[in-house]
């Protein structure tokens, strides 16, 4: 398989960061990388033009890296609930998705893409979750995210299904087991 070697313009996930020289297969340098000026070709010219940048460069991480954590620090505090239509055990028609997170991000005042946000599956089931929100390579805040049912369904609705369990199974002394034990004897 044909490798090649370029030069990262840009952080990329797996990959590695800004200013490396990494080793990929020729495809994903010539339809990914280098089209989207994520990377250059790792020529003499280049690196020498990059080491001539490295300064410049490394005020801009710098910068990025300082806004990422004052944006983090503000949203520390930043806690998001969702209310989803819920059927029965509470699992949601429909998820809440990594879009929806960022959307909701949105509408509390921080631009945030879509793919910053780290949700490993969709969220189907109500209940409390931590989501990874990556501001920088090197800065993550933590998100709390509450998924409820409609007007509180989820809540009533999974303690009539415990309670009605409860009132199904046979309790200790019922001698419904009983029962059952002489009749696997016989």
């Known amino acids: 398989m044909a490798t090649t070697n370029v030069l990262l313009r840009e952080d990329v996930e797996h990959l590695g960061a800004r200013g490396e020289i990494v080793k990929v297969k020729a495809g994903y ?7 989207r000026k994520l990377a250059v070709e790792a020529t003499p010219g280049n690196v020498k033009q990059i080491e001539a ?3 410049a460069l490394l ?3 710098a910068k990025e890296r300082a806004g990422a954590e004052a944006q983090s620090a503000q949203m520390g505090g930043l806690r998001l609930n969702f209310e989803r239509k819920v059927g029965e055990h509470g699992l949601l028609y ?3 998705t990594a879009m929806h997170i960022a959307d909701a991000i949105k509408e509390q005042g921080y631009e ?5 946000v780290s949700l490993p599956e969709p969220i189907k089931e109500t209940g409390e979750y931590t989501v990874s ?3 920088h390579r090197e800065v993550t805040v933590e998100i709390p995210v509450t998924v409820s049912g409609e007007g509180g369904a989820q809540t009533a609705g999974a303690a009539n299904t415990a309670s009605d369990i409860a009132e199904a199974a046979p309790a200790p002394g019922d001698g419904a ?4 034990a002489d009749t696997a004897q016989a």
């Open 59 to 61: 005020k801009k991480e």
């Open 133 to 135: 929100v990556r501001l």
């Open 29 to 35: 340098a010539r339809n990914y990388l280098l089209p």
């Open 177 to 180: 087991g009983e029962e059952s």
């Open 53 to 55: 940048e490295r300064g």
């Open 112 to 116: 945030i893409d879509r793919r910053r």
């Open 94 to 96: 429909g998820s809440v």
